[in-house]
């Protein structure tokens, strides 16, 4: 009996995993090709202003396909990370989340890169890419990215889970008259925004100092930096404070906090709508899997009988 128990739960396991990674990547390429195709001239105006340079408003998608050549395929590794780390091993959301950032970065951190230098320097996809890898480059920043990813992922869904936590149990307390409320099991698509959008801009402007360091690396050439003789890790950091002052680490800190915190209205509000659509998809098709299994195996068969001379 409990050889047939252990068979069972390791059937249901496995669907449950591949469940969890196809919503996962699913509602994760969704909400990741949203935020940047909505909010991409923001990103523009935070890079331009960070790096230093004339603040245009030309070009604002410049860089835009090189963003989401590694939005989907980086934001669906994130959160299939996530959703498998939560869901099946039963992960904190800081734990996940890292863990997610760590999965994606393979992917994201070159393709920013090539983006950032598009919209500095007015390259092409095609030539920032070819330069970039020519100078083996494509991970140049690879450590400044992670500094930056990692604590922003972390402090982002905690923040996140915990609000939407706190919501849940707040609606679901008693009301004016002492009776205890129905317990909801999801917030709407309204809190989910404007939680999503409360989290995203509090960690962006937060997590500013740890991404014009990222785009000091990244655009060094337009900086005037020599990424040879710059120093790595926190020399580099004393160095760039010599170099442009306190204020340096806070350049482009409004169109930032403006961008993710919007861009956690819309990310939030996309992946939780996608999520729950594919789930409810997986769901109707397992049923229908298991409809036709319970027919065929109630199917009368059919008995040959043989006559007797």
Do not use: W
Not at 76 to 96: D, V
Not at 247 to 267: D, K, N, Q, T, W
């Amino acid at each position: 009996m409990r050889d047939a128990d252990a068979k069972s739960s390791s059937r249901d396991a496995a669907p449950s995993l591949a469940r969890s990674l196809r919503v996962g990547v699913a509602s994760g390429a969704c909400a990741g090709v949203a935020c940047q195709l909505a909010l991409f001239p923001l990103n523009t105006l935070k890079t331009r202003s960070q790096a230093g340079g004339r603040l245009r408003a030309d070009r604002l998608y410049g860089g835009i396909a090189a963003e989401l050549l590694g939005a989907a395929p980086g934001t669906a590794l994130f959160m299939s990370a996530y959703e498998c780390a939560t869901k099946t091993m039963r992960l904190s959301p800081a734990i996940a989340a890292a863990l997610g950032a760590l999965a994606s970065s393979a992917v994201l951190a070159p393709m920013e890169l090539i983006a950032r230098r598009m919209q500095v320097s007015r390259l092409s996809l095609a030539t920032a890419a070819r330069l970039s890898a020519r100078r083996g480059e494509l991970f140049a920043g690879f450590g400044s990215f992670l500094a930056r990813e990692l604590p922003f992922d972390t402090i982002q869904m905690t923040a996140f889970e915990a609000m939407k936590r706190a919501t849940l149990a707040i609606e679901g307390a008693t009301d004016a008259s002492g009776k205890k409320k129905k317990k909801k099991k999801a917030l709407g698509k309204r809190q989910t925004a404007i939680i999503g959008g409360v989290a995203g801009g509090v960690t962006g402007l937060v997590t500013t100092p740890f991404d014009v360091c990222r785009t000091a690396e990244v655009c060094a050439s337009s900086m005037g930096i020599d990424l040879k003789t710059h120093p790595k890790g926190l020399a580099g950091v004393k160095r760039l404070k010599e170099r442009f002052g306190m204020s340096f680490f806070f350049r482009g800190a409004a169109p930032r906090a403006l961008e993710i915190g919007l861009g956690g209205v819309i990310y939030f509000s996309v992946i939780e709508t996608a999520r729950r659509y594919f789930e409810s998809s997986s769901r109707e098709t397992n049923d229908d899997a298991k409809l036709l299994k319970t027919a065929k195996s109630r199917r009368p068969e059919r008995r040959t009988t043989t006559r007797s001379c």
